[in-house]
């Protein structure tokens, strides 16, 4: 059964850092793997991307001030925020694209909340 489980998560005032990670487990290879954030009212939105060979894709909101990486060892993604704002809370979700067995798909993290708030 693939997992996946984030942390890092908290309460942080503007300005501030805070690294999220994401840990996958019991799937034979991960793809890519992304961050998403959904606020209270707002649709989900793609905060960043890596994929399998390390390329990485960012929300023009959050470019300049986010950094994603992987560590392909630990089966782990990370995301470091820099320069927090408000605007930057949510519920972030980590998700990865899994080989499992012979089939591929998507799967989700439960979400960990970020507060940003003086």
């Known amino acids: 059964q693939v997992q996946v489980v984030e942390s890092g998560g908290g309460l942080v005032q503007p300005g501030g850092s805070l690294r999220l990670s994401c840990v996958v487990s019991?799937?034979?290879?991960?793809?890519?793997m992304e961050w998403y954030r959904q606020a209270p009212e707002n649709q989900r939105e793609l905060v960043a991307i890596?994929?399998?060979?390390?390329?990485?894709e960012y929300a023009d909101s959050v470019k300049g001030r986010f950094t994603i990486s992987r560590d392909y060892f630990k089966h782990t993604v990370y995301l470091q925020m820099n320069n927090l704002k408000p605007e930057d809370t949510a519920l972030y979700y980590c998700?990865?694209?899994?080989?499992?067995?012979?089939?591929?798909?998507?799967?989700w993290g439960q979400g960990i909340q970020v507060t940003v708030s003086s």
């Open positions: 998700k990865a694209d899994v080989l499992r067995l012979v089939t591929r798909q998507d799967y």
């Open positions: 890596i994929t399998q060979s390390g390329s990485t």
């Open positions: 019991g799937g034979r290879l991960t793809y890519n």
